[in-house]
């Protein structure tokens, strides 16, 4: 899609359709409109006095101009009351605009930035957003669909500022806002990709392809590397696939940043969640492909970091494997010592997640980490908490938990708090070993923060349940259902963050 960037001037140029936000309730909705001519102003103004149009939240009108101006449709957005306005709402509006050129078969998309403003955030923040709604909104996973598809997509998109100085700072949050949207469509990509596609080994050599070109140093530990190292949580779960397991790490470690201590981030790379002997219902079974939606994010966020030629050092660790039954699996009941030691008894194998993640965060404490995250669709039960609008957030760090919170907020990618309470750790209690692998079937996605606590140390850290927000069942404004992308955009904002 070719992008331009101009000023209202450029309003008149043949666009397919125009965006302009308008304000509940204010005077002069048009005022901004300094380069439109009166007639088709005075048109404008005519429909919201109509009453037809009240811009509320949500409400989204398309006219078409008595050829005034050359635009053939205007969709005139709600934007609900100027103070309330955020960066999220204006990602919808603008997500909301893509339906209609769709709709409306419109090839050429112009913006009006003046009208979108969004308070007390700068211009680079707002084209920033109308850029990665764009990228996300875009999506689509046609691979395996034959046939060419008839449908008319945007070809192009146009920014029209009204100041002329204002251009060098909308380029800016449109590289930002590009980079940010490719990021997490590489991760949705790779969501998508049915498990048959997708083994932990063409998983990891993706992963290399991707990460090397941005100069990041890609290793792949294979199986005997990590029976060396003693991961036998990792090596029971792979146990029963004759896909052998993969265990990616990625370092991003600039000269900018050196002898500073790494981020490392953490992501559960299951390629495949039959639930193994402890299988799942078959109905829904096939969306357990995006398993390894953590392991996704994770690499996409070092990959940002490296593309950003961020100074923070960052690790990105992608334990991806199998989960599968077969004639030598994981039998529930079994004991696996970890890396560091601990023995735990498995009681149900479908509690997979935490068994690769817990030797994972073992691996990551060779790095001494500033701040340790991982990310994981590990529990039904943070889906069943939040439905499909919040990341369950947990962590044993004020500090960290506040900044990675903030991260999500500013990408639109909300988490909520869960607490780690003491209470929790006696539900891991096993009779034959150090601890088992689940609780008693209660606050299901505390529990599983809880079993990766035990791993962790005294490491500032903090545990991301994406299974809630991983996969939308429904379309969420400017991404559509399926794959979402989870925690990329937050991961990238919160090592932009620390590297300022
Ligand atoms: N991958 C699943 C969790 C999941 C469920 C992710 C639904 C996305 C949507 C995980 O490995 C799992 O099966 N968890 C079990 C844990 C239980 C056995 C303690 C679950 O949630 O039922
Ligand atoms: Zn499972
Ligand atoms: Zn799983």
Request: charged share 25%; glycine share 10%; with cysteine.
């Amino acid at each position: 899609m070719k992008s331009f960037i101009g000023t209202d001037r450029e309003l008149s140029r043949k666009w397919d359709a125009v965006l302009l936000g308008v304000f509940e309730k204010e005077k002069n909705p048009f005022a901004f409109l300094g380069k439109i001519d009166r007639k088709s102003k005075d048109f404008l103004e005519g429909v919201i006095r109509s009453g037809r149009f009240k811009a509320k939240e949500k409400e989204i009108f398309s006219v078409c101009l008595p050829g005034c101006t050359k635009a053939c449709s205007v969709f005139l957005a709600g934007l609900g009351k100027r103070e309330s306005f955020t960066l999220e709402k204006l990602r919808q509006v603008v997500g909301a605009s893509l339906g209609q050129a769709k709709k409306y078969k419109a090839g050429s998309l112009g913006i009006e930035l003046g009208s979108l403003r969004v308070p007390n955030v700068s211009v680079k923040e707002i084209s920033c957003a109308i850029f990665e709604a764009v990228g996300l909104g875009l999506f689509r996973f046609n691979k395996y669909k034959s046939g060419p598809n008839g449908k008319t997509e945007l070809r192009e998109l146009g920014i029209l500022c009204g100041k002329f100085d204002e251009k060098k700072e909308v380029k800016e949050g449109m590289d930002l806002g590009n980079l940010l949207a490719q990021a997490a469509n590489w991760a949705r990509t790779n969501a998508m990709e049915p498990a048959n596609n997708l083994t932990p080994r063409i998983f990891a050599e993706r992963a290399k392809e991707l990460a090397e070109r941005a100069g990041i140093t890609v290793k792949v530990l294979d199986e005997e590397q990590a029976k060396e190292l003693g991961m036998g949580g990792f090596l029971g779960v792979a146990q029963g696939s004759g896909e052998p397991p993969q265990f990616i790490v990625l370092e991003y470690l600039p000269a900018s940043a050196k002898g500073k201590e790494p981020v490392v981030l953490v992501g559960k790379g299951i390629t495949f969640d039959s639930g193994g002997i402890s299988i799942k219902p078959s109905s829904g079974m096939e969306q357990m492909k995006y398993d390894m939606a953590g392991a996704a994010a994770v690499i996409a966020a070092v990959w940002f970091a490296a593309k950003m030629k961020l100074p923070v050092p960052v690790i990105g660790l992608a334990p991806a494997c199998e989960n599968l039954p077969s004639e030598k699996p994981q039998r529930p009941g079994d004991v696996v010592k970890m890396m560091n030691g601990k023995t735990v008894e498995v009681v149900n194998t479908d509690a997979e997640g935490r068994m690769i993640l817990a030797d994972a965060l073992c691996y990551a404490l060779r790095y001494k980490p500033r701040y340790l995250i991982d990310l994981a669709t590990l529990t039904g039960a943070c889906r069943n908490l939040f439905g499909e609008y919040a990341i369950g957030l947990m962590g044993n760090n004020r500090e960290l938990v506040a900044l990675v919170a903030k991260a999500g907020e500013m990408r639109g990618e909300r988490c909520w708090e869960l607490p780690l309470w003491d209470e929790y750790k006696e539900h891991l209690k096993s009779d034959v070993a150090d601890m088992k692998n689940i609780g008693k079937g209660v606050a299901g996605a505390m529990i599983g923060g809880k079993f990766l606590e035990e791993f962790v140390k005294d490491s500032p850290w903090a545990h991301l349940d994406i299974a809630s927000t991983a996969w939308f069942d429904e379309n969420h404004g400017y991404i559509s259902r399926g794959p979402s992308g989870a925690g990329v955009r937050l991961l990238a904002q919160f090592l932009t963050d620390l590297s300022k």
